[in-house]
DNA sequence: ACCGCGATGCCCT
DNA sequence: GGGCATCGCGGTA
């Protein structure tokens, strides 16, 4: 499939533009015997860092799991939880991060796994994709890593697509913070997680 | 359609 | 030892 790489600085920005900015992106894998995988970002979720009841490094928090977080805008940030799911985020920075939570299958998927949304939500992407501590601090903005995130060349990121938000899913102990509207998904998309916006 | 729950292991206190 | 940025199942409606 036609790409365009992006600037290294891509996630170098405000978080929230970050998470806006991945709506429609491309998330690329390329394996050893050259085989492609291509996934369309369509659901994304900011983490706004020490101020953020819901973030990972709320309060200062700098553990070995954190490192990643306060790692170059654009490395990867991967955790397990649950005790069977990875899920992968976006870094920007300052300990902020992205989480990709929704991927449409593009290239290199089956008829029956796209029917079957195997990319609809932050743990069966990784889990599906093949996603482990291994990417943990890679840089995600390098074409010619294993896994990397590219534009759509003459496709959605083309021309405008609109974007809904909503509250985001999962963190309902972190009190007034479950309520900002800080998860992002392109309008329309099939291939959204549950639950629903 | 919605709701509740169990699986399963790492992380941090 | 408690909690967790999830998922899929089984029950009720």
Known sequence: MNFRPLPPTFARKDTIEV????????LILQA?????????IVETEAYLGEEDPACHTFGGRK??????MYGTPGTAYVYFIY????????????????????????E??????????????PGKLCRELGITKE???KNLFDPGAAVFIAA???????HSHD???????????????????????????????????
């Open 152 to 158: 759509e060349r003459d496709g959605l990121e083309e």
């Open 32 to 40: 050893q015997d050259f085989s492609v995988r291509v996934s369309r």
């Open 19 to 26: 998470a806006l900015a991945l709506i429609g992106k491309l």
């Open 63 to 68: 553990t070995p799991r954190t490192q990643a």
């Open 83 to 106: 005790g069977m799911y990875y899920c992968l985020n976006v870094v920007t920075g300052k300990g902020e991060a992205v989480l990709i939570r929704a991927l449409e299958p593009l």
């Open 108 to 121: 290199g998927f089956t008829e029956e796994q796209r029917r079957n949304k195997v990319l609809s939500g």
């Open 163 to 197: 974007v809904i938000h909503g509250e985001r899913v999962g963190i309902s102990s972190a009190g007034d913070a479950a309520h900002w509207p800080l998860r992002f998904g392109l309008k329309d998309s099939a291939f959204l997680s549950s639950p629903r916006f």
């Open 135 to 137: 990417l943990n601090q």
